[in-house]
C-alpha cells in the first residue's frame, strides 16, 4: 500500500520559514514527479508545486514562486518543500503527491497518490 506522510508543519509568526517534509513508501520513488498543494477553510485545494523525477525541473504557482522551494532526496524516498517569509495568508493543510506523468503539472488529477496532509498556521 503506498503512503505518503507530511510531516513538519505548525504554528509560526509572519515572515518565520517551514520546511515540510513527506515521506513517500512508493518502491519507484525515483521514477515519481512529485508536487504540493494545500487547501484552506473554505477553499479549493491549490497547487504550489512540483518537481521532476529526477529533481531537474520544477514548476511553481505564481503565489508562492521567490518564497517556497521545492526539492527532493530519492535516496530518502522524500519530498521538501521550503517554505519562506510566511504570511498568514498561507494558512492551510498542505499536502504532497505522486504522479507518473514525466512532466510537472499543477494539474491535480495528474497526481495519483495522496498524503493525510499537515496543518500549517501562521500568525499575525
Known amino acids: 500500500q503506498v503512503q505518503l506522510v507530511e510531516s513538519g508543519g505548525g504554528l509560526v509568526q509572519a515572515g518565520d520559514s517551514l520546511r515540510l517534509s513527506c515521506a513517500a513508501s512508493?518502491?519507484?520513488?525515483?521514477?515519481?514527479?512529485m508536487g504540493w498543494s494545500r487547501q484552506a477553510p473554505g477553499e479549493e485545494r491549490e497547487f504550489l508545486a512540483a518537481i521532476s523525477a529526477s529533481g531537474a525541473s520544477t514548476l511553481y504557482a505564481d503565489s508562492v514562486k521567490g518564497r517556497f522551494t521545492i526539492s527532493r532526496d530519492n535516496a530518502k524516498n522524500t519530498v521538501y518543500l521550503q517554505m519562506n517569509s510566511l504570511r498568514p495568508d498561507d494558512t492551510a493543510v498542505y499536502y504532497c503527491?505522486?504522479?507518473?506523468?514525466?512532466?510537472?503539472?499543477?494539474?491535480?488529477?495528474?497526481?495519483?497518490?495522496w498524503g493525510q496532509g499537515t496543518q500549517v498556521t501562521v500568525s499575525s
Open positions: 512508493l518502491r519507484t520513488f525515483s521514477s515519481y514527479t
Open positions: 503527491a505522486a504522479s507518473d506523468y514525466t512532466l510537472v503539472s499543477r494539474i491535480s488529477g495528474r497526481y495519483k497518490y
